[in-house]
């Protein structure tokens, strides 16, 4: 039996991938995360084989959560199950410690497949995210300048976009106001924006988020 953490801060979402994962048969959600942080503390309580995690979700996000977890709980696997099918997100959960990545848009059959397949030390990705990696590494990624961030510029761009400010973005990633400023002021100068609203709105139109319905 593979035990499951399912990370989502959408209720719904959640309820729905249970049922559909527990009538595999062989496969059982042992919890529930509505936030990364949720997502670490029960990752180590319950020491689930399989963490399908969301990238956008309150808090510290699912990006910092992975990094979290593997170096508190390094036998988890996870498996980022997002809506982004597009670079930079794949690259950067790979590199984070993912072992497998999919979109939202899989049906229950590729889901349960790729549990099976990570939870047996294998790795995982979406037929069609794998073609986007390999498509940029062609394109040298030139088509979407949020490539161009590294892992850190990243989360704090994502909590940026969802409204916290630097000092909340300081106390969750643990980090100094001025270090959160620097990075802050690094990715506006990579992405030529010059507002936290100008931000948001190029990441909305590259689909780096999302929003609200």
């Known amino acids: 039996m593979v035990k499951v953490l399912l990370a989502d801060d959408h209720d719904l979402?959640?309820?729905?991938?249970?049922?559909?994962?527990?009538?595999?048969?062989?496969?059982?959600?042992?919890?529930?995360?509505?936030?990364?942080?949720?997502?670490?503390?029960?990752a180590k309580e319950l020491k689930p084989q399989v963490i399908l995690m969301d990238a956008n979700m309150p808090g510290i996000g699912g990006l910092e959560a992975t990094k979290r977890i593997l170096r508190q709980v390094p036998d988890a696997k996870i498996i980022a199950l997002t809506v982004h099918g597009d670079e930079p997100f794949?690259?950067?959960?790979?590199?984070?410690?993912?072992?497998?990545?999919?979109?939202?848009?899989?049906?229950?059959?590729?889901?349960?497949?790729?549990?099976?397949?990570?939870?047996?030390?294998?790795?995982?990705i979406a037929a069609e995210v794998a073609q986007q990696m390999a498509l940029r590494q062609v394109t040298d990624g030139e088509d979407n300048p949020f490539e161009l961030l590294s892992e850190r510029e990243t989360q704090v761009m994502l909590m940026v976009t969802q409204g916290h400010k630097v000092q909340e973005i300081a106390d969750k990633l643990c980090l100094s106001p001025k270090t959160v400023n620097s990075y802050r002021y690094r990715l506006f100068e990579k992405l030529k924006v010059n507002s936290d609203v100008e931000l948001t709105h190029m990441a909305i139109r590259h689909g780096v988020v999302q929003t609200q319905q």
């Not at 729905?16 to 062989?26: F, H, N, P, S, T």
């Not at 950067?92 to 549990?115: C, N, P, S, W």
């Open 13 to 42: 979402v959640r309820t729905g991938v249970k049922r559909l994962l527990e009538d595999a048969g062989d496969i059982k959600v042992v919890g529930e995360a509505a936030s990364g942080e949720d997502a670490i503390r029960l």
């Open 90 to 124: 794949p690259s950067k959960f790979l590199q984070a410690g993912a072992h497998g990545y999919l979109t939202k848009g899989a049906d229950v059959h590729e889901m349960v497949r790729a549990i099976r397949q990570v939870a047996g030390g294998r790795r995982y």
